[in-house]
């Protein structure tokens, strides 16, 4: 059974910084997208980056510049750098592993695993 175990969630304050670990163990994920979205309270679930298994990367408008996600497939891991974190970005952040052949296509039913998501918090 696909596994895929978040770590690196807490809370910060507006301005900080974390760090998010995704590690997976999906024979699959070295050739596959990975990435990262996040739900806050009474909201739908929204992409915030997405990389492939070229390195090739994706981000929400509202993120730009201040996350920066990267992989290390040899690890099986994918990682999310959060820097000026805003109140905004208080939310379950959700790691995803997805058919990069049908992501690249715009198709729907590929293969798609989640974790169970971890906490992230910016408040004073």
């Known amino acids: 059974q696909v596994q895929l175990v978040e770590s690196g969630g807490g809370l910060v304050q507006p301005g900080g910084s974390l760090r998010l670990s995704c590690a997976t163990s999906a024979s699959e994920a070295s050739t596959n997208a990975m990435g990262w979205y996040r739900q806050a309270p009474g909201k739908q679930r929204d992409l915030v980056a997405l990389?492939?298994?070229?390195?090739?990367?994706s981000y929400r408008d509202s993120v730009k510049g201040r996350f920066t996600i990267s992989r290390d497939n040899a690890k099986n891991t994918v990682y999310l750098e959060m820097n000026s974190l805003k109140p905004e970005d208080t939310a379950v952040y959700y790691c995803t592993l997805k058919s990069e052949w049908h992501l690249l296509r715009g198709l729907d039913g590929g293969m798609e695993y989640w974790g169970n998501g971890t906490l992230i918090t910016v408040s004073s």
């Open positions: 990389i492939t298994s070229g390195g090739i990367t």
